[in-house]
């Protein structure tokens, strides 16, 4: 019978790896593993984690009393952005996705020769964040100082983040007394990444075209940029845990080491782009040097470091006199990472052409960056057993946004993967139900984000033929007015198969 599950478990893991679709929110705590501790907020540090013990706290693997093969997943998660005044003032960005796939699966193994030994192997996806968002411009204004009349004034936006962060781990814990039990787990991590950011922005005139008594045919000015970022970076760490436990309360701790990064990675590209033609300085009325910079580089020619930080986290839970209710409590603590560079590449020496202005650097062309901010989330949950083998969960968390506000010095924070910036809240609750011995939840997760006065991503609304302040050709200074709001719904269904134990 075992050999059977552990079968099952392998089968699974080889389709869930074939299967990778490979963008990053900047939140430590978005993953959700769709079974009892998703449904608690994954408060669960001091006890309680079930199958997904072997992440929140390995030591308390040790509370299983029988093997167990889990599978939970997400049925559906509707996720909608909304960005207001993101391309200027009026210009908005909406981004909505649906998304169907397993998330959890585990596969825990209590020893009868080793009664004090607990042990689980695991797959899961830590984080999942996909955006797509394209808008387009299209208006007639007087933007070339140099031309009479109005002209076309043609913008199109496109944006698009996809990351997955997928865990495939075995890890053990060790009874050292019926209160005490200490454990660890180590995890490959698989972060893939595919980033695009691309502007490109037109302006022609609608009349006939005269320079200096001389008939143009066709005349436009022009600026592009482009920045792509792709790759699966492969990585270690480990965790290490201690549980606590008595009658009507338990307590743990768990230590997160920081991801070990140079062990492998693929599937690796980067490009940047920028293209500037036919501008006049705003001062003198003096045409500005046409110039294009732009390479490409793959493979072994990029290096990429994914760097995830030190973390430290504590739990406490409660138990009611007869057990049929329990508070879970959890705090944990994300060290910060100073700016770092998230990948790399020599360029080409022929990156660009003679007439690039000076205020343009073309060192570490193709580098992009990253960082965070030290961060600490709390969690809350609460379980009640309502009736025998019925019980209901709830539960909330805090996701503070490591990169809100995020000082990059003395890197540049142009060179960032950029992205709306939130601070999330998470709200759950469900059911579990004992069916003739196997475990099932079903259940949800609310999610909403909001920030407001954020910079711009560019702004398109009140453009000017070169913005000095900005050195932004074709588009208008930037404001702080951008508000952003998320909604996210997610439903939950997972079955934990029990054996060896008594079937209710």
Known sequence: MRKTFFQIFIIVFIALISNQLGAQSSNHWTRSFNEESSLLSGAVVGGGAGPSAIYFNPSSISEITESKLSFHMSLFSFNFLNVKNALGDGIDLNGSKVLVEPRFISYMIKPRNHPEWSLEIAILNNENYYIDMTQSVDMETNVLTNLPGEERYYAVFQYFNRYRDDWYGFGGSLKLSPALSVGGSMFLTVRSLEYRYELNIEAYPLDSVFIEDEYLPFYSASYQELDYLKYNDYRLLWKFGLLYKKKRFSVGVCLTTPSIGGIYSDGKRVSREQKQANINSPESGEALPDYFIGDYQEKKALEVNNKSPLSIAAGLTFYSKDHTKTLYTTVEYFAGLEPFRLAQADESPNLASNTVPEMIQLNEWLTFVSGAKPVLNAALGYRWEIKENIMLMTGFRTDFNYKKNYDYNPLLESKSVKGVQLDYYHLTGGLSMRILGQDLITGLQYTIGREKNQTQFV??????????????????????????????????????????????
């Open 459 to 504: 702004n398109l609304s009140d453009p000017v033929e070169y913005n000095s302040i900005e050195n932004a050709p074709l588009q208008g200074t930037r404001q702080n007015n951008m508000n952003s709001l998320l909604n996210s719904l997610s439903l939950y269904f997972g079955a934990t198969f029990n054996f060896g134990g008594k079937k209710d």
